[in-house]
């Protein structure tokens, strides 16, 4: 049992070219994320639970700035008297508003010139220096990453604001013969490796590898779909306080839900509203925008269970033949087109089935992109696991209070996203894009 190999090796010049190019989509999408909308948009805040766009702009420029020039080149600080303002923990997202923020213009100049002046860093850095924030480039994938995670909170932020479209996206592909994709298989037990040790930008909360042992169990081929949940709702499913944990109970009650979020019904059909566009609920695609509480009152319903987070990364990365835990379902190889559904590049899931060259030595479809998949799991450490380089990114999160989700998403780029890839929110979210499959034990 082996970790999956680092990805693209650790010659200083193809990482160096891995670095630029993982900084160019980053800055690409936060561009059409940001240019997509007016100065108004930009400094209103769409939601209490979101940043206006204009934060998340200047604080992507901020922690590349604090992390990179100051941190790794030993730069002298380019606009110190903003530091506090763009301190996520200082500050929580729904007073950010009543902020001294930097204007739109002001904010997108900010963001350019620290890009710029990382730019230069990156090219005369030496990826092979033995620091551990530099080492196989580890702080420009760290930077790349946070921008397109900052990408995916401000797609979100898009998807609850009101008013017309103002992105577009070709629809994604279908799937070819959704019929030979069984509904469930069998996942032998036994031992794999679990997390990393071998990915030179796999994030702290990923490593280190370690081996788990997980008995056998049955695992949906695909996620959980939006026919398959409606079902759940026409049953009475948000209306019966048995499928439901207490907490979870307590939220239907409190916010009368009916369905997930942005769904309602219009006479006899079933509505979604969809970056600024009204449509049918599709039946074939993954269910999207429901809570860990609403995932796991469509498992009990439906007699079965939310897979933990050993059995979702099993599934995901574990070959029977050879033994080895790989980087994603199909291999070691980096996403593609034809694999897997990410990056912005649609705006939705793909219908279940799809992807058929993404698919796990199991036949698992769709376990990176499309929809993070809630897991049984509290977000909780690895055996060994060390800080780094910062308490605030994993640590402080750690416990019962915040579940695992695990996959991916449309909104994820690949750069943050693998079978290691590790995210978490509290069980109540449903503004993000999440959905989930459903395991059962054998026997």
Known sequence: MTDSPAPHGTDPEPLRRRALAALSTARDR??????????RELTAQHSPLMSPLVWDLAHIGNQEELWLLRGV????????????????????????????LLPPAEARA???????????????????????????????????????????????THQLRSGPAVLAAPVPP????????????LV????????TSADPWALDNERPAHVRDVPDFHLDTAPVTCGAYLEFVEDGGYTERRWWAPEGWEMVREHDLAAPLFWHRDGGQWLRRRFGVT??????????????????????????RLPTEAEWEKAARHDPVSGRSRRYPWGDEDPAPERA???????????????RQ?????????LIGDVWEWTASDFLPYPGFRAFPYREYSEVFFGPAHKVLRGGSFAVDQVACRGTFRNWDLPVRRQIFAGFRTARDVG
Do not use: C, K
Request: overall charge negative; glycine content about 10%; cysteine-free.
């Open 110 to 156: 900010y963001a350019a010139e620290v890009r710029g002046r990382a730019l230069d860093v990156l090219g005369t850095t030496a990826l092979d220096d033995d620091r551990p924030l530099v080492r196989s480039g580890f702080v420009f994938g760290m930077i790349a990453q946070h921008e397109q995670q900052h990408d995916e909170t401000m797609l979100i």
């Open 341 to 355: 559904n990410l990056g912005q590049r649609h705006l939705r899931p793909a219908p279940a089935g799809a992807y």
């Open 73 to 100: 080149a030993g730069r002298e600080a380019m606009r110190p008297e903003i530091d506090g303002l763009y301190d996520a923990f200082e500050h929580p997202r729904a007073t950010r508003p009543s902020l001294p």
């Open 279 to 304: 449509e049918p609920v599709p039946g074939d695609e993954p269910v999207l925008h429901v809570s860990w509480y609403e995932a796991d009152a469509y498992a009990r319903w439906a007699g079965r």
């Open 358 to 366: 993404g698919r796990s030595p199991h036949g698992i479809g769709q």
């Open 30 to 39: 936060t561009t059409r994320l940001t240019d997509s909308v007016d100065d």
């Open 188 to 195: 032998g037990g036994g031992p794999f490796t679990m997390g």
């Open 174 to 185: 279908r799937a070819e013969d959704p019929a030979d994709l069984p509904a469930e298989v």
